[in-house]
């Protein structure tokens, strides 16, 4: 049974900086699509940020330029590099994975991952930012 389990979340002042964890057990992400997803208090999920097996990188437009996703497949380890934080980032953050996803992997779609459809989330690392 896979399994992931993220880190690095916290509180931070505005313009700030974080970088989130996302540690894979059970399987090998160069098979999986893989990203963020968010969710503040009183708002619905939003797709931050995800990489496909490819390489191929996509962001929600409130934070391109702001953060970046990466992996180390030798560690088996997803990232996201969070600079320039803003309050409306705060959030609990979610990694995600899906192996039905490979070649239409985006932000957007990180949101229809869901572990009852054959997909993995992990418990979520919490960040805050004040102003």
């Known amino acids: 049974q896979a399994q992931l389990v993220e880190s690095g979340g916290g509180s931070v002042q505005s313009g700030g900086s974080l970088r989130l964890s996302c540690a894979a057990s059970?399987?090998?992400?160069?098979?999986?699509?893989m990203g963020w997803f968010r969710q503040a208090p009183g708002k619905e999920h939003e797709g931050v940020a995800a990489?496909?097996?490819?390489?191929?990188?996509s962001y929600v437009d409130s934070v391109k330029g702001r953060f970046t996703i990466s992996q180390d497949s030798a560690k088996n380890t997803l990232y996201l590099q969070m600079n320039n934080l803003k309050p409306e980032d705060t959030a609990m953050y979610y990694c995600a994975a899906d192996p039905a996803l490979i070649g239409h992997c985006s932000a957007s779609q990180i949101l229809i991952i869901h572990p009852d459809y054959g997909g993995y989330w992990g418990q979520g690392t919490q960040v805050t930012v004040s102003s």
């Open positions: 059970g399987l090998t992400y160069s098979n999986y699509c």
């Open positions: 990489v496909d097996s490819d390489g191929t990188t």
